[in-house]
């Protein structure tokens, strides 16, 4: 991809031009942490709930940011961009290593990188497969290292699948790179927070916009069998927004295509930040 803008320790150059160490942290040991923030209509999505996150994974890793200078150099980078629709892909990374070393020294600095790229927020309909979820135990920070997540994301695109459902023990985690929301006639169901799920920013805005409209959500422990009893399931992410899932390809399902809550959902998300 050409022409996108990106900026690396502070500074501003095209994508393609950026150079770093193989001694970076990142690069050796995945010690860095991410965000994705989208944008509409040059309108950003929940930045603050983005930052506040962000901060906090960098706080569970012990990296000392200034995190005021790093939303600024979002902000910098969206408005620089030019680009009306899409999303930054902002990572903080330990730093640089001298020698290859699994224990830090503390003196190294922070290194930053993000891009911002044009994407198209689109209604997805999603073939899934579930898969037992391979992870470590700390799924709530938001770490570059996403091993399990990409091996089982690519083995169920090798099965023809767009997204997986992973389980412990056959209780409900999350998607591969989104978390999960469920519906019956009556009522919204997505699994509570805890260290095995990311706490997503969708899935937060969600909550709050649907149950603003009445509508009932609880958040719990579910099992695959609450899975199958359901109307309707959808994906939530900052990227897919409200993504049904119209086939579970390894397990039979009752779900309905246009279930009446998920589209209620799908349309108080997109009143509220894609319009
Ligand atoms: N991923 N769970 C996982 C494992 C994720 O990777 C993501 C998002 C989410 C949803 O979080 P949010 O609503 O804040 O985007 C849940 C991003 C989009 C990615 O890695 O590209």
């Not at 073939?127 to 290292?145: G, H, N």
């Not at 459902?165 to 919204?188: L, P, Q, R």
């Amino acid at each position: 991809m050409k022409n996108i803008l990106a900026v690396y320790n502070g500074s501003f150059d095209f994508l393609d031009k950026i150079k770093i160490s193989p001694l970076s942290r990142a690069y050796t040991f995945s010690d860095s942490v991410y965000e994705v923030i989208p944008f509409y209509n040059s309108k950003i999505i929940a930045f603050d709930e983005h930052i506040a996150r962000l901060e906090k994974s960098c706080e569970a890793l012990s990296f000392s940011i200034k995190i005021l200078d790093i939303s600024n150099e979002i902000l910098e980078l969206i408005t620089k961009s030019k680009v009306q629709h899409g999303y930054i892909y902002y990572q903080v990374t330990r730093g640089i290593d001298n020698l290859r070393s699994h224990m830090f020294d503390k003196d190294i600095s922070i290194e930053t990188f993000g891009y911002a790229v044009e994407h198209i927020f689109k209604s997805q309909s999603l073939k899934v497969m579930l898969c037992e979820d391979l992870r470590w135990q700390r799924c709530d920070i938001k770490s570059t290292s996403l091993l399990g997540n990409i091996m089982s994301m690519n083995d169920a695109k090798n099965l023809g699948c767009d997204e997986v459902i992973m389980h412990k023990n056959k209780i409900i985690t999350e998607g591969g790179a989104s978390n999960i929301f469920f519906a019956t006639d009556e009522c919204v169901y997505t699994p509570h927070l805890s260290k095995n799920i990311l706490p997503g920013i969708t899935r937060e805005l969600l909550i709050k916009d649907i149950k603003k409209a009445g509508i009932k959500v609880e958040e719990g422990i579910f099992s695959i069998d609450d899975l199958i009893e359901a109307k309707s399931i959808w994906l939530t992410s900052s990227t897919k927004g409200l993504a049904q899932v119209v086939e579970i390809k390894n397990q039979e399902t009752n779900i309905q295509i246009d279930h009446e809550l998920f589209v209620k959902c799908d349309k108080i998300f997109k009143d509220n930040y894609l319009t």
